[in-house]
């Protein structure tokens, strides 16, 4: 490696923020015309390179080439001038712009007196999008696209700026199967080109799917570098955490008990007049998991929203939603959480956490009314300091600093653990409601949050298990429901689920025939 083929090369990259040592002498070679694997645990120092080779970041030190000449960057501006890009895990777009404003804005070559050719630039646009299979309509509002769409913009947008290294940070945490399959399609199309990508994964049936190569972070050192054709996904897995990790999760037999959540004829129509739900219908137990599959946007969020008090009201929800008896909808979220709901969302940066507030805070939110964190008229900050210690131990919260420091300090996938931490250990816990909850995680903490929800099951909760990774499903549910265009349209029961969980790949090709 690292030949007269290296589009790009850092060498002995280490950076430090305060005493926690983010990367540590880490050496990595990015071939011209490949795509590069980066994995690692959460918080492994992954995004710190990436952000470096991006200009981000300055590291304290070691050094960068690119196409052969060492460089220093200062600024992204100053990476993308040299032929890098970076797409983002949450995207930089503006929503209310057209396609071709978001793909041109930061690049834009108009002046007063010369406004921007934006016919000329709506045809390159095409071409590019053509030649990639990444076809968009330029004057279409962003705020149209699907959430593949809007990824498309996003790499559309380094190749109008003549990206000659891709980096990728979590491009497929929220894609559906068969987007994830057009976005390799799409890097496969790039590299044939001569492009390179470097492609930052937790998912490493993807990796072994799509990359060439293969670098293993672990606590801010490389692990190690191999062809992916040396490579197997329990090798991968265990140079990242350590240890053999369960790649299937053990899942007892379930014995469900008394009806816990019950939602009929449950209806939602948007204040625009879209009807978002139709018809939905579903019950789950106490003891039991049940899943909802589905691509998403297919009212999954709107179902979220209604079973979580956050709905629009200026829309019109009909129907029912009863908690053992005692009707939801209509409540505001405090409500529902001192029935003895959790809830996990989709959007943890949206709708669970405040970046700006310290990690201690964040682990105390929806929480603080609870008596035990009570001392006379204020907060006892002794209690408060022990929880906060005691579920950074117990979910493995990485941070390397102390409780009182931004929660932005930590990795996507830490601030994954530290949500979910929070909602399982609110007391008397009936129903937990989990959209989306090991998005962003690696191997080692997919396996802790499964092992503890399976946990939560068997001490009597009831289940709502909302993702769109169908083996994630079949491996916890005792039910699944094919949600789609905002209707449960097939349910498959516990013998098909626990046939399927046993026979294997060819149950989630049935699944997916029923969502797509």
Known sequence: MGGVNAAARLSGISKSFGAFKANEEVSVTIERGSIHALVGENG??????????????????????VDGRRVSFASPRQAIEAGIGMVHQHFMLIPTLTVAENIVLGSEQGGLFRPLPMRRIEKEIVELSRRHGMEVDPRAPLSTLSVGGQQRVEIIKLLYRKARILILDEPTAVLSP??????????RSLVAEGRSVLLITHKLDEVLAVSDTVSVMKRGRLAGTMPVASATKEKLAQ??????????????PQQPGREVLSIDRLDYVMPGGRRKLQGIGLTVRAGEVYGVAGVEGNGQTELLSLLWGTWDRRGNATGSIRLEGRELLGLHPAGIAALGVSMIPEDRLRSAVIPEFSIGENLLFGRHEEKAFHRGFGFDRERLTRETARLESEYDIRHGGAANQPLSSLSGGNQQKLVFAREMERPGLRLLVLAQPTRGVDIGAIEQIHRRIIEARRNGAAVLLISSQLEELIALATRIGCLFEGAIRHEFGEEEVRAGRIGGSGFEQEIGLHIT
């Open 178 to 187: 068969p987007e994830t399959e057009r976005l390799f399609e799409t890097l």
């Open 44 to 65: 492994a120092g992954k995004s710190t390179l990436s952000n470096i080779l991006y200009g981000l970041l300055r590291p304290d030190s070691g050094s960068i080439e």
């Open 239 to 252: 140079m990242m955490v350590g240890r053999d990790v369960l790649l299937r999760t053990e899942n007892p």
